[in-house]
């Protein structure tokens, strides 16, 4: 069965500067997808980023940016420039691309603090 | 703009009663999904569905039970809710996974027992 593991389960950050959050997972599949979500205080869970498993280059949207080492299973999240508005719980999330039915499987999460 | 509404924000139940958490989503897609959200335990996965009357089970399906009678509607059942099914419970959907993959979430339910 597939695992992630989301070791941090704080970190803080000064406004305008860099922070990345740890994610590694575990699967015996080749075709997957690896995705990071934000879920602010508001509880709406947003779609940060979307990594293919066969796509060598590291997804970027904006000010995020992902480092998918796919042979060390890791699959980090770097905000640059960060915002108050950064603040929020990240939750990284696999999923098998194999399968017609299958369920994102979730990290527990960590909580991102924003500084001013 | 892609939506999924789940049908209440909170609620309050006894311990025994029978509760519905309704989700709708109006995307067409294939797949539907309830996890729970607890602290420090991150999304836990129910039971999902990957067509109408189609259900599997996921990680802890036990005390809860699910309906798909129609392709938009996905009911989460708490056939006897107990204190220890307080929670968020959080409703998905997704395409199949030949395309993005990325599920679209419901604004959560916060169902206290008690």
């Known amino acids: 069965a597939q695992t992630v593991t989301q070791s941090q389960p704080e970190m803080s950050v000064q406004e305008a500067e860099t922070v990345t959050l740890s994610c590694t997972y575990d699967t015996s599949e080749s075709d997957y997808y690896l995705f990071w979500y934000k879920q602010p205080p508001s509880r709406q869970m947003i779609l940060v980023i979307r990594q293919e498993a066969y796509k060598q280059q590291n997804a970027t949207e904006n000010r995020f940016s992902v480092n998918f080492q796919k042979a060390a299973k890791s699959f980090s999240l770097k905000i640059s420039d960060s915002q108050l508005g950064d603040a929020a719980m990240y939750f990284c999330a696999y999923r098998s691309r194999n399968q017609a039915g299958t369920a994102l499987i979730f990290g527990k999460g960590t909580t991102l603090s924003v500084s001013s | 703009d892609v939506k999924v509404t789940q049908s209440s924000r909170y609620l309050v139940k006894r311990t025994g009663e029978k509760v519905f958490l309704e989700c709708v989503q109006d995307?067409?897609?294939?797949?539907m999904f309830w996890y729970r959200q607890d602290p420090g335990l991150g999304l836990r996965l129910i039971y999902f569905?990957?067509?109408?009357?189609?259900?599997e089970k996921g990680d802890i399906p036990e005390g809860y039970s699910v309906s798909r009678e129609k392709k938009e509607r996905f009911s989460l059942i708490l056939e006897s809710a107990s204190t220890n099914q307080t929670s968020m419970y959080l409703c998905?959907?997704?395409?199949?996974?030949?395309?993005?993959?990325?599920?679209?979430f419901g604004q959560g339910t916060r169902l206290t027992v008690v």
């Open positions: 569905s990957y067509d109408v009357k189609m259900k």
């Open positions: 995307m067409d897609h294939e797949n």
């Open positions: 998905a959907s997704s395409r199949g996974t030949a395309t993005s993959g990325e599920a679209f």
